[in-house]
């Protein structure tokens, strides 16, 4: 992992809207325990789950709780700047790095008005054709305003850079691609599960069961597939898994399509299965994908944000349009119908995973930190 010159350790504190088990909250730990070098905090808003912060304190990373940052709550908001603000003065950071919109929106402010240099991390792109108009046009004039106040704006794809930036968010100069790290070893190697639903083909989505991730459209195209050799998995917990599976029972898909709530063990799952789908109506760069690629599977994914970075269309699988059923049961039934296709499909998602490590990830964002910070100090001292 990387490390630093001997001295004092910068302390840098890392703020995220809700510290649950999903991507941006995994690429936020992973963040603090590969660098090596720093002093790190870690404050979250009102939602979080108990096993992460436990994680994080068993490693030496304290945590911070602020109740009234919350997920699009515009009344909480202001209060929730002040407070941090008052936080981030008392400890006397060299560093605040933001991740999710709420928090980067409200941690940026904070970090402003205080003197500290901030980064904001995009882990995925919050305007979406299934959100509403009118908070899809609140969210991007709050991402210009608060642009300014930003030193570096990291994403883990170019694709959401251009987007961000054709959008009027930010400069040129502003942006760092760093793509999101995984342990391509664990995946590579797993054994794969054996006690997994159902028979046949495996189709497998991994994400939290929340609007936005295509679970309706997933549904859709496995009910239009008509196969009596095929299992979908759909891993993941979330507020969306009753109404899922409420929809599973009325198509009378029950015996085709399982949910198996939060794993630990996603890589010998991914081991065990054929293809990976992710019909996502908004994404960043999904780990999901790239655990799925260093799995050695083909992918069947929606043509948005960093996944074509990712998926190269007829290499390694598949790109269908966001909200379309039948591409999506089209592709899934292509490779369910060739095995050599599978085959030669995952061979090229391995090849590729390996961009995608953890190792490069904190080795690009600790270049990220150090030239943000020797920046300030040039300002300061200018």
């Given at each position: 992992?990387?490390?630093?010159d001997?001295?004092?350790?910068?302390r840098?504190?890392?703020?995220?809207?809700?510290?649950l088990?999903?991507?941006?909250?995994?690429?936020?730990?992973?963040?603090?325990?590969?660098?090596?070098?720093?002093?790190?905090t870690v404050?979250?808003?009102?939602?979080?789950?108990?096993?992460?912060?436990?994680?994080?304190?068993?490693?030496?990373?304290?945590?911070?709780?602020?109740?009234?940052?919350?997920?699009?709550?515009?009344?909480?908001a202001?209060p929730a700047?002040a407070?941090?603000a008052?936080?981030?003065?008392?400890?006397?950071?060299?560093?605040?790095?933001?991740?999710?919109?709420?928090?980067?929106?409200?941690?940026?402010?904070?970090?402003?008005?205080?003197?500290?240099?901030?980064?904001?991390?995009?882990?995925?792109?919050?305007?979406?054709?299934?959100?509403?108009?009118?908070?899809?046009?609140?969210?991007l004039?709050?991402?210009?305003?608060?642009?300014?106040m930003?030193d570096c704006?990291v994403?883990?794809?170019?694709?959401?850079?251009?987007?961000?930036?054709?959008?009027?968010?930010?400069?040129?100069?502003?942006?760092?691609?760093?793509y999101?790290?995984?342990?391509?070893?664990?995946?590579?190697?797993?054994?794969?599960a054996?006690?997994?639903?159902?028979?046949?083909?495996?189709?497998?989505?991994?994400g939290?069961?929340?609007?936005?991730?295509?679970?309706?459209?997933l549904?859709?195209?496995?009910?239009?597939?008509?196969?009596?050799?095929?299992?979908?998995s759909?891993?993941?917990?979330?507020?969306e898994?009753?109404?899922f599976?409420a929809?599973?029972?009325?198509?009378?898909?029950?015996?085709?399509?399982?949910?198996?709530?939060?794993?630990?063990?996603?890589?010998?799952?991914?081991?065990?299965?054929?293809?990976?789908?992710?019909?996502?109506?908004?994404?960043g760069?999904?780990?999901?994908?790239?655990?799925?690629?260093?799995?050695?599977?083909p992918?069947?994914?929606?043509?948005?944000?960093?996944?074509?970075?990712?998926?190269?269309?007829?290499?390694?699988?598949?790109?269908?349009?966001?909200?379309?059923?039948?591409?999506?049961?089209?592709?899934?039934?292509?490779?369910?119908?060739?095995?050599?296709?599978?085959?030669?499909f995952?061979?090229?998602?391995?090849?590729?995973?390996?961009?995608?490590?953890?190792?490069?990830?904190?080795e690009?964002?600790?270049?990220?930190?150090?030239?943000?910070?020797r920046?300030?100090?040039?300002?300061?001292?200018?």
């Amino acid at each position: 992992m990387s490390s630093r010159d001997a001295g004092d350790e910068p302390r840098v504190f890392h703020l995220i809207t809700r510290l649950l088990k999903g991507g941006a909250e995994a690429k936020t730990i992973q963040t603090v325990f590969g660098l090596e070098g720093y002093d790190f905090t870690v404050g979250h808003g009102a939602a979080y789950d108990e096993s992460q912060t436990r994680r994080l304190h068993d490693r030496g990373v304290g945590t911070r709780r602020f109740p009234l940052l919350r997920h699009y709550n515009p009344v909480t908001a202001v209060p929730a700047v002040a407070t941090i603000a008052r936080y981030l003065r008392r400890q006397n950071f060299d560093l605040v790095h933001t991740h999710s919109t709420e928090a980067g929106i409200v941690g940026r402010i904070a970090a402003r008005s205080v003197g500290v240099p901030v980064i904001h991390t995009v882990h995925g792109v919050p305007f979406a054709e299934d959100r509403n108009d009118l908070l899809n046009r609140f969210v991007l004039a709050c991402e210009r305003q608060v642009a300014p106040m930003t030193d570096c704006i990291v994403t883990n794809a170019d694709a959401i850079a251009e987007d961000y930036l054709d959008r009027g968010i930010g400069c040129p100069d502003q942006y760092r691609t760093v793509y999101s790290g995984i342990d391509v070893e664990q995946f590579s190697t797993a054994d794969p599960a054996t006690d997994l639903p159902g028979e046949g083909l495996r189709v497998t989505m991994v994400g939290r069961l929340v609007e936005g991730k295509g679970l309706g459209v997933l549904l859709e195209a496995v009910d239009a597939l008509d196969r009596t050799d095929l299992t979908v998995s759909v891993v993941g917990e979330g507020p969306e898994r009753e109404a899922f599976e409420a929809d599973v029972r009325k198509r009378g898909l029950d015996g085709v399509v399982h949910t198996l709530g939060y794993r630990e063990d996603v890589d010998r799952i991914l081991a065990a299965s054929d293809v990976f789908v992710l019909p996502s109506f908004r994404e960043g760069t999904p780990r999901v994908i790239t655990e799925a690629m260093a799995s050695g599977l083909p992918i069947v994914a929606t043509d948005i944000a960093g996944i074509p970075e990712q998926v190269t269309d007829g290499e390694n699988g598949y790109l269908v349009p966001t909200g379309d059923p039948d591409a999506l049961a089209d592709r899934l039934g292509r490779l369910l119908a060739d095995a050599e296709r599978r085959a030669q499909f995952g061979d090229s998602s391995r090849d590729r995973a390996e961009q995608f490590s953890i190792e490069s990830m904190v080795e690009d964002l600790d270049a990220v930190y150090l030239g943000t910070m020797r920046e300030s100090r040039r300002s300061r001292r200018a």
